[in-house]
Structure formats: structure tokens, C-alpha cells
């Protein structure tokens, strides 16, 4: 009885959390696991591990995961299974499961994490693209909501290259001795790309870039016809092992190849299937679901200046004041994309309320009026009043 009154008071207490909050909590944390992510990968990558059996293995626990928690928590809302449901499932694992982690292994394999962590954050931009080009996040750059979403995007990514590309000045020094430490940690863990092809690398990275922001955007209309987020994303991960499998049975025929030989394989591999795949794409399915796919993408960036500091803190990296004026671009963007669809949000709530308006014999004094209203910009919150109600 203490256990189930102590469960109801931690969900009415997370509950009482506004929505918009908790997908600000929720994507931070999100890009955490990201940043780790990075560095698990490429240790794995040095340990040996095929390239198409690490993302077979990391669906498989993503699956495995996601699949009771779909199943007994989505009954009611999972709407009937038809073959155009199976047909998208299929497409948009092919989008993002298979394209964009077979990519990404490919890309980090030539190049270094990074690298890949800084090119990723060309994502925000293209899904921002995207979106607009398929009329799926509303741009428009003569109102102060497009202008500010525009500008936000490209302080993002400005900032997170400043981060990767200058170091300036040193900030922070650590001790000697994590001085010492902390390139015999990087050499043995993350290797680099000597002697591979790092403009191959590049291609193979941009392309993981593509098929992610395409996969966000397309999740956004999917997502409406079938609700149920953990099902939807468990039959991806099913999809994704079907054709990573089709694909070792061409590519990879070394039944050796199938094995785990070391600690560090194994730590990865689960790593990657449980926070990258299993607890990422619940969260990020359900942030895009609430938030939208720019939304989602405008925080990457963030996982540049978690890579900055981590390695700083943790392993002994000198931190410069490249890291600091990326820091300051980054919080400039997100604030401007979000006041951006905050103040996009109002103008739909008020244009709806002067459509929705009654005719009365003073038309013309109504119409004036909710045009004043209009563009008086009262305060809504980011989210429409009905998501909040968690």
C-alpha cells in the first residue's frame, strides 16, 4: 500500500510539471545519452565489432526494451494494424534505422566521435528545411515568429562550430595530472582516422545527417493517423533488424563476426540499444509528437557543448573560449526558436478567434478590433492549452 500511495504522489507530482517543461527536461537528457553515445560507438568500432552486427544487436535490445511496455500500455489507443500502416512502419525504418545508423557507423568509422558530433549539428537546419518545404513547421519570415525561428537555427549551429572549430584563449586548466591522463584515455578509446578516407567519411556522415532530419519531419504526419508512440517505434526497430539482417546476409559472412569478445563490446553494445535506441527514441518520438521536429532538432546543438564539457570535467581537456562564445550562441538560439514558436502560437490562437468570431451588425468595428488584437501579442504558452493538461 506505501509503495503504490508513494508511486501516485511521484506521478501527480511529475504531472503537475507543465508539459512544455518536461519536454525541455526531457530533451536535455536526451542529449546526454547522445553525447555518450558518441564516445560508446567508437570504442566499440576500435574493439572490432562489425558494422552491420553492433546496429542488429542495439535493435534487438531496443526491441526487446520497448516491446512489453508497447504492448500492455498502448491496448486501447493502438489503432487496428493494416497494410498501409505496415508499409510506413517499413519505410520509415529504412529512413531511420537502417540509413541513419548505418551512416553514422560508416561516417565515425573514417573519421572521429568529434567530428560526428559536430557535423550532426546540421540537423536542426535541414529538418528546419524540410519541414518548411513539406508545410509542416509554418515559416513566415515577414512576421517576428519566422524571423526568430530563421535566426535561431543558424545561431545553433554557429555556436556549436565555434565550439569544434575554435578554441581561443584557455579558460579553464586542469592538473598536471589529468594533463597527463587524459591523452593516454583518448588514444586508447577513441583512436583516430589515420589512414582512412575522412572525405568518404564526410559523405557517409552527411547522409546519416539526411536521413535523420527526414526521419523526424515524417514521424510528425505518421504519428497522427497511429498515436500509439511506443508501438510505432517498436515496430521500426522490428523493421530495422529485418533489413540490417537482409543486408549481413550479403555483406557479413564471418560467423565470428557474430560474436562478443570483450567486455567493451558488450557494454557498448547495450548501451547503445538501451539509451541511444530503446530510451532515445521513446523520448524523442514523444517530444516531436508534442513539440514538433524542429523542436527536436534545435537541441542537438546542445550535444556539442555536453561533449565540450564532459570531456573537460572528466577527462583533464583544457576548456577555451571558443567553448564559452559557442555556449552563449547556443542559448541565444534556442531562446530565439522557441520565443519563435511561442509568438507563432499566439497569432494561431488569435487568428482562430477572429475566424471563429459571430457576425454581428458592427462588422467593421469587430474586424478592426481583432486585428488590433492580433498584434497586440498577448502571452500564450509554447504548447496549445490542451497539452498541458497532463
Known amino acids: 500500500m506505501a509503495d503504490t500511495a508513494s508511486s501516485v504522489a511521484t506521478k501527480r507530482m511529475w504531472c ?4 512544455k517543461f518536461q519536454l525541455h527536461i526531457a530533451m536535455l537528457a536526451l542529449q546526454f545519452g547522445y553525447a555518450g553515445f558518441h564516445v560508446v560507438s567508437r570504442v566499440a568500432l576500435n574493439s572490432g565489432i562489425s558494422k552491420i552486427v553492433f546496429p542488429v544487436y542495439r535493435n534487438i535490445i531496443a526491441l526487446l526494451l520497448l516491446l512489453p511496455f508497447a504492448y500492455f500500455l498502448e491496448k486501447k489507443e493502438r489503432p487496428p494494424l493494416t497494410w498501409s500502416f505496415l508499409i510506413q512502419f517499413f519505410l520509415m525504418a529504412i529512413v531511420g534505422i537502417t540509413a541513419n545508423q548505418g551512416f553514422y557507423l560508416l561516417g565515425l568509422d573514417h573519421t572521429s ?21 513539406l508545410r509542416i513547421e509554418k515559416v513566415r519570415i515577414t512576421r517576428k515568429d519566422g524571423i526568430a525561428k530563421v535566426l535561431g537555427t543558424a545561431f545553433c549551429v554557429a555556436g556549436a562550430s565555434v565550439i569544434t572549430l575554435f578554441k581561443g584563449p584557455t579558460i579553464y586548466s586542469p592538473s598536471t595530472t589529468l594533463q597527463e591522463i587524459s591523452p593516454r584515455i583518448m588514444m586508447l578509446q577513441l583512436g583516430d582516422a589515420e589512414g582512412k578516407s575522412w572525405s568518404l567519411g564526410c559523405v557517409y556522415l552527411i547522409g546519416h545527417c539526411l536521413s535523420w532530419s527526414a526521419w523526424l519531419v515524417l514521424q510528425k504526419p505518421v504519428l497522427k493517423s497511429y498515436p500509439a508512440r511506443l508501438s510505432f517505434t517498436s515496430y521500426q526497430c522490428f523493421f530495422g533488424i529485418i533489413q540490417f539482417l537482409i543486408i549481413a546476409a550479403f555483406m557479413e559472412r564471418d560467423a565470428q563476426a557474430w560474436l562478443i569478445h570483450s567486455g567493451s563490446e558488450l557494454f557498448s553494445v547495450f548501451y547503445a540499444g538501451m539509451v541511444a535506441s530503446g530510451i532515445a ?9 508534442r513539440g514538433g521536429p524542429v523542436f527536436v532538432a534545435v537541441y542537438q546543438p546542445v550535444q556539442t557543448l555536453v561533449v565540450a564539457i564532459a570531456a573537460s570535467i572528466a577527462l583533464g581537456e583544457e576548456f577555451y573560449l571558443g567553448g564559452i562564445i559557442g555556449a552563449v550562441l547556443i542559448i541565444i538560439g534556442l531562446y530565439l526558436v522557441l520565443w519563435g514558436k511561442n509568438e507563432e502560437q499566439k497569432f494561431a490562437k488569435l487568428e482562430a478567434a477572429a475566424i471563429q468570431a459571430p457576425p454581428a451588425d458592427h462588422g467593421s468595428n469587430i474586424s478592426s478590433r481583432a486585428t488590433t488584437h492580433i498584434k497586440s501579442s498577448l502571452a500564450q504558452p509554447l504548447l496549445s492549452q490542451s497539452t498541458e493538461n497532463v
Open 113 to 133: 566521435p568529434t567530428f560526428a558530433s559536430a557535423i550532426q549539428n546540421s540537423v536542426p537546419a535541414i529538418t528546419f528545411l524540410m519541414a518548411a518545404l
Open 281 to 289: 527514441f521513446a523520448v524523442q518520438i514523444w517530444c516531436i509528437d
Open 16 to 19: 503537475s510539471i507543465p508539459e
